[in-house]
């Protein structure tokens, strides 16, 4: 049977989100704590509210990596609306200090670690409570069933609060993250 790698998904879900959106801040009359903020939100909001047309340019985005999924019989935009089911994000603190500023986020979203570690306990149940009929299961039988384990597990996986700091340069009257915002979250708190 073939595992599913919950950490390949999340290197997709980093490029899909990247290619999707950037911080674009711009100072023209604010202050540049309260650009940095309207930046980080403009930004995390869009991954918060997850309509169709973001999710519709996330899938595009990513169209070749979620191929690999079809096996699996996953619907993408359900994959997607699992994943993100319960993100929320906070702006903790700001710190400018001339052309440089440090944010402090608390970003709850799932962990794919916790995830991955669902997938292979619900998995193993399933396994134990199988009778003899899984043998005889066709190979796109046994990728449809996995493909149902591993939406079942990332459904079933909890949201939890991680620290993300993030920093920021201002060239101009631009102020823009050193890393890429999406990716800094993706890594630090989808697999924390």
């Not at 980093?14 to 309260?34: N, R």
């Not at 973001?54 to 979620?66: F, G, H, N």
């Not at 994000?89 to 962990?111: F, H, M, N, P, R």
């Amino acid at each position: 049977m073939k595992k599913f790698k919950l950490a390949a998904f999340g290197a997709l879900l980093t490029c899909a989100l990247v290619a999707c959106f950037g911080l674009a801040a711009c100072s023209s009359g604010p202050s540049d704590e309260e650009v940095i903020k309207g930046g980080i939100s403009d930004t995390l909001d869009q991954v918060k509210k997850l309509d169709d047309a973001t999710l519709d340019e996330m899938i595009d985005a990513a169209s070749s990596e979620l191929s690999g999924l079809d096996a699996m019989s996953i619907d993408y935009k359900d994959l997607f609306k699992t994943v993100f089911n319960g993100f929320d994000y906070q702006i903790d603190a700001v710190e400018v200090d001339g052309d440089a500023a440090k944010a402090d986020l608390t970003i709850t979203a799932k962990s794919f670690t916790d995830a991955e570690a669902k997938a292979e306990e619900i998995t193993a149940k399933w396994l134990e409570e199988a009778d003899d009929s899984v043998a005889d299961m066709t190979e796109d039988q046994i990728n449809a069933k996995v493909g149902e384990l591993v939406m079942q597990a990332i459904s079933e996986t909890d949201p939890k609060d991680t620290t993300v700091k993030a920093t920021f340069t201002k060239d101009g009257d631009e102020w823009s993250c050193d890393d890429d915002l999406i990716s800094k979250v993706v890594d630090e708190a989808f697999y924390a």
